[in-house]
């Protein structure tokens, strides 16, 4: 029963809630300020949160949660079912869907909870007891607003809008991340942390770009370069390292999220596009340079951080990601390194070589 955000809802009866954002970083990473206004209004409830395994680490040790739930990634559709089906021996009072894709719309239709609420999608808004709206009729939404007003309509209206909150990295990890610094003679510098990639080639800023930037960097003594990026980035790593100025630093692939946050948290800047390794930054007190493509920041804009945002304009934007119309990406790719440069020495407090 869809009643379109008019159910009354006695909170006295929400004792067990379940969340459910299986993937991916920046999107679970989003949740998290929602998660602390439930949590600020239902002290005594049992936070269960739904996600998939290779983003364990950024919910795991949440003291607002009680309890994680973790499916198995990259399951066939069968054994996904059966692993749902395993789960319905728990009723739980409500049910949160963050996200909204075939996977959660599956585990929202089989899970037993006394109320359903989601996102007002086209053809999936039958399975929610409250379909809310994902944004505004006009303008835009950031996607942390969108989650709190799926948690708002059971009475969790903070005063103040809660910052993103991550777990902070195991004294394993901690030390992990000490021994790259002192390895790499980064203690006592200024280190700046470039993601090179970003999953897919619709914010992918280019190898000549990032390429452009380390050498405009490199001119400062008291900058030390960072390479950051996922084992899918190895190609990429190798070419900027080959071609790009000595110094610069490369941990991609070398570290978990937990580790990755730790490492931007010891850091001057970050420079990346619109990511998951952007939300984890935007988690820490490090200043931010981001270059939004297909996205926009109105939806997407590192939360609550102190950070310079790049853009252009385009009428294309924002993009559905699928094909670019004019085959060159020039969104993301016309923002030029020395645009980002000027952007990174403001931040950093440095002058122009």
């Known amino acids: 029963m869809n009643q379109k955000g008019k159910l009354k809802i006695d909170p006295t009866f929400i004792k067990n809630i379940l969340l459910i954002r299986l993937?991916?970083?920046?999107?679970?990473?989003?949740?998290?300020p929602a998660i602390s206004a439930l949590r600020e209004k239902f002290p005594q409830a049992h936070l269960t949160y739904l996600v998939e395994k290779p983003y364990l680490e950024l919910v795991e040790g949440?003291?607002?949660l009680n309890e994680i739930l973790v499916v198995p990634a990259n399951q066939s559709r069968r054994d996904f079912i059966r692993w749902l089906w395993r789960q319905r021996k728990k009723t739980y009072d409500i049910l949160i869907d963050f996200h909204g894709g075939p996977r959660a719309s599956w585990t929202t239709f089989?899970?037993?909870a006394k109320i359903k609420i989601g996102y007002k999608i086209k053809y999936k808004s039958f399975i929610y007891d409250l379909a809310i709206p994902r944004g505004r009729q006009n303008g835009y939404f950031h996607s942390v607003e969108s989650h709190l007003n799926l948690v708002r309509v059971l009475g969790?209206?903070?005063?103040?809008?809660?910052?993103?909150?991550?777990?902070?990295?195991?004294?394993?990890e901690k030390e992990k991340v000490n021994n790259l610094l002192k390895e790499n003679n980064l203690q006592g510098c200024k280190p700046v942390v470039i993601h090179i990639s970003a999953g897919n080639q619709f914010r992918n800023w280019g190898e000549k770009n990032i390429l452009t930037l380390c050498q405009l960097l490199s001119r400062h003594p008291k900058l030390k370069i960072i390479l950051i990026g996922?084992?899918?980035?190895?190609?990429?790593?190798?070419?900027?390292?080959?071609?790009?100025?000595?110094?610069?630093?490369?941990?991609v692939g070398k570290l978990n999220l937990r580790e990755l946050r730790e490492l931007i948290s010891f850091s001057s800047l970050f420079v990346g596009p619109d990511s998951g390794p952007m939300h984890i930054a935007a988690s820490t007190q490090t200043p931010l340079v981001v270059y939004f493509g297909p996205t926009l920041p109105a939806n997407f804009a590192p939360w609550q951080a102190k950070a310079l945002l790049l853009e252009k304009k385009f009428d294309c934007r924002p993009c559905p990601q699928r094909k670019c119309i004019y085959g060159d990406f020039r969104c993301l790719r016309s923002i030029t390194p020395q645009e980002v440069y000027k952007a990174c020495l403001h931040l950093i407090g440095l002058e122009e070589e």
């Open 23 to 32: 993937r991916r970083i920046g999107d679970i990473v989003l949740t998290t």
């Open 62 to 64: 949440n003291p607002s």
């Open 110 to 112: 089989l899970a037993k």
């Open 156 to 172: 969790a209206n903070p005063s103040t809008l809660p910052p993103l909150y991550l777990p902070p990295a195991k004294n394993e």
């Open 230 to 251: 996922s084992e899918e980035d190895k190609k990429a790593e190798k070419a900027l390292l080959s071609k790009g100025p000595p110094g610069v630093v490369s941990m």
